[in-house]
T-cell receptor, first 116, second 113 residues
Framework: NAGVTQTPKFQVLKTGQSMTLQCAQDMNHNSMYWYRQDPGMGLRLIYYSASEGTTDKGEVPNGYNVSRLNKREFSLRLESAAPSQTSVYFC???????????????FGDGTRLSIL | AQSVTQLDSHVSVSEGTPVLLRCNYSSSYSPSLFWYVQHPNKGLQLLLKYTSAATLVKGINGFEAEFKKSETSFHLTKPSAHMSDAAEYFCVVSQTGANNLFFGTGTRLTVIP
């Protein structure tokens, strides 16, 4: 089982370039999430999609946009990349939003993004 | 509001000795609590989760965690460390009524041969 698949695994961008990070899950999960991980700060939520057709801002949404393309796919777009967006980006999915507690999230292996 | 404090940024143990990774949480309501592990260049893997059914939670790879409401703690333990346990560990609290997760800043576990 693939679980959560992220592409690409690595990317280097120049300041001002745009890019879309792709995420797909094969677990039939309703909810999907994008996080960024920076040294000493744990993971911070950028955007989430509680269910197909909905998206909402998380803790650090500035400079990003998302699209829930269908139930399987949730993409993250950087319209004009900045050095402060250099980070490791993780996509995650879970069964449900709010309906039941203790629903763990399943993570992809991450996209390592460097912006020069 | 929910938050998590991992009390040690780095823990070093010898192979075969016990592991203790400390976590304190803050939550307005009864929390959902998780421990995740992250190996180098990998995503996060769920170790265990707290449900209200039992305060002592058993996870994968011999790890356990005990929920102590009076101390607002959810420490992770393992009786005997293995080299493969070397990784970063995250304590996580879930917001009640949603599935939004709040992560601690992580504890890096080093296992010395």
């Amino acid at each position: 089982n693939a679980g959560v698949t992220q592409t690409p695994k690595f990317q280097v961008l120049k300041t001002g370039q745009s890019m879309t990070l792709q995420c797909a899950q094969d677990m039939n999960h309703n909810s999907m999430y994008w996080y960024r991980q920076d040294p000493g700060m744990g993971l911070r939520l950028i955007y989430y999609s509680a269910s197909e057709g909905t998206t909402d801002k998380g803790e650090v949404p500035n400079g990003y946009n998302v699209s829930r393309l269908n139930k399987r796919e949730f993409s993250l777009r950087l319209e004009s990349a900045a050095p402060s967006q250099t980070s490791v980006y993780f996509c995650a999915s879970s069964e449900a939003w709010g309906a039941r507690r203790n629903q763990p999230q399943h993570f992809g292996d991450g996209t390592r993004l460097s912006i020069l | 509001a929910q938050s998590v404090t991992q009390l040690d940024s780095h823990v070093s143990v010898s192979e075969g000795t016990p592991v203790l990774l400390r976590c304190n949480y803050s939550s307005s309501y009864s929390p959902s609590l998780f421990w995740y592990v992250q190996h180098p260049n990998k995503g996060l893997q769920l170790l265990l989760k707290y449900t209200s059914a039992a305060t002592l939670v058993k996870g994968i790879n011999g790890f356990e965690a005990e929920f102590k409401k009076s101390e607002t703690s959810f420490h992770l333990t393992k009786p005997s460390a293995h080299m493969s346990d070397a990784a970063e560990y995250f304590c996580v609290v879930s917001q009640t009524g949603a599935n939004n997760l709040f992560f601690g800043t992580g504890t890096r576990l080093t296992v010395i041969p």
